[in-house]
């Protein structure tokens, strides 16, 4: 059974930037694509950003720009980059393998999940 660990969380101040990664049991490449969702308290959970295998990025509009995902195919691994962090950002942030885009443009989450890590952007 596939196993997808994060990592990175923590507590940062308005500005900061954090690195979140995503450690997978099983080579990244043999899923569609990756993404990274997050939910804060009393809200849905959302997606963050999500890359397919071929490299096709998305990105939510509130966080274009300021956050980048990135691959390590050698590692198994796969990052968020996250500079000039808000409180807005302040929520669990979950690592999906599975995730992919319809014909239509619309992505959608796969299956599988972490267990989640706390970003929290407080002064």
């Known amino acids: 059974q596939v196993r997808l660990v994060e990592s990175g969380g923590g507590l940062v101040q308005p500005g900061g930037s954090l690195r979140l990664s995503c450690t997978s049991s099983?080579?990244?490449?043999?899923?569609?694509?990756m993404g990274w969702y997050r939910q804060a308290p009393g809200k849905q959970r959302e997606l963050v950003a999500a890359?397919?295998?071929?490299?096709?990025?998305t990105y939510a509009d509130s966080v274009k720009g300021r956050f980048t995902i990135a691959r390590d195919k050698a590692e198994n691994m796969v990052y968020l980059h996250m500079s000039t962090l808000k409180p807005e950002d302040t929520a669990v942030y979950f690592c999906?393998?599975?995730?992919?885009?319809?014909?239509?443009?619309?992505?959608?989450?796969?299956?599988?999940w972490g267990q989640g890590t706390q970003v929290t952007v407080s002064s």
């Open positions: 999906n393998a599975g995730a992919g885009r319809f014909p239509s443009g619309t992505w959608y989450s796969g299956s599988v």
């Open positions: 099983e080579s990244i490449f043999s899923f569609n694509g």
């Open positions: 890359v397919t295998s071929l490299g096709t990025t």
